[in-house]
C-alpha cells in the first residue's frame, strides 16, 4: 500500500491549491478516505472524509465552505481542492485510508486510519 501526496506549496493568503494523494497497492475503489494535517507544534487535525464512491463527504468546521474534497476511482486519486486560503490552514497536508471494518466517515477514530501519506506542505503567508 502505497498514498503519495503531492501539489503543496506556498500561496498568499486568499490563493488556492488542488492537493492530490496517488494510491496504490490496493483497490482505491474499495476505502474511504481522509485529508488530515498537522501544523508546527500542533496536533493532527482531521479535515474531511470521503465514501468509496464520492457521494458523501464530510468537513471540519474550519475548512467548510472553502475545500472540496473529491476522488477519481480510475484513477486511484484522491484530491482536496483549498480555496480561500488563510494563514492559519499552513500544515503539513496527509491523505490517510480508513480501515474497511469502519463504516462510516462521520466520525473516524484516529486508531481507524491504517495507511499514511508522507505529507505535502502548505504555507499560507504573504
Known amino acids: 500500500v502505497q498514498l503519495v501526496e503531492s501539489g503543496g506549496g506556498m500561496v498568499q493568503p486568499g490563493g488556492s491549491l488542488r492537493l492530490s494523494c496517488a494510491a496504490s497497492?490496493?483497490?482505491?475503489?474499495?476505502?474511504?478516505m481522509s485529508w488530515v494535517r498537522q501544523a508546527p507544534g500542533k496536533g493532527a487535525e482531521w479535515i474531511s472524509s470521503i465514501n468509496t464512491g464520492g457521494g458523501a463527504a464530510y468537513y471540519a468546521d474550519s475548512v467548510k465552505g472553502r475545500f472540496t474534497i473529491s476522488r477519481d476511482n480510475a484513477k486511484n486519486t484522491l484530491y482536496l481542492q483549498m480555496n480561500n486560503l488563510k494563514p492559519e490552514d499552513t500544515a503539513l497536508y496527509y491523505c490517510?485510508?480508513?480501515?474497511?471494518?469502519?463504516?462510516?466517515?462521520?466520525?473516524?477514530?484516529?486508531?481507524?486510519?491504517?495507511?499514511w501519506g508522507q505529507g505535502t506542505q502548505v504555507t499560507v503567508s504573504s
Open positions: 490517510a485510508r480508513i480501515k474497511s471494518s469502519w463504516t462510516t466517515i462521520v466520525v473516524v477514530p484516529w486508531e481507524k486510519y491504517d495507511y
Open positions: 497497492g490496493f483497490t482505491f475503489s474499495n476505502y474511504d
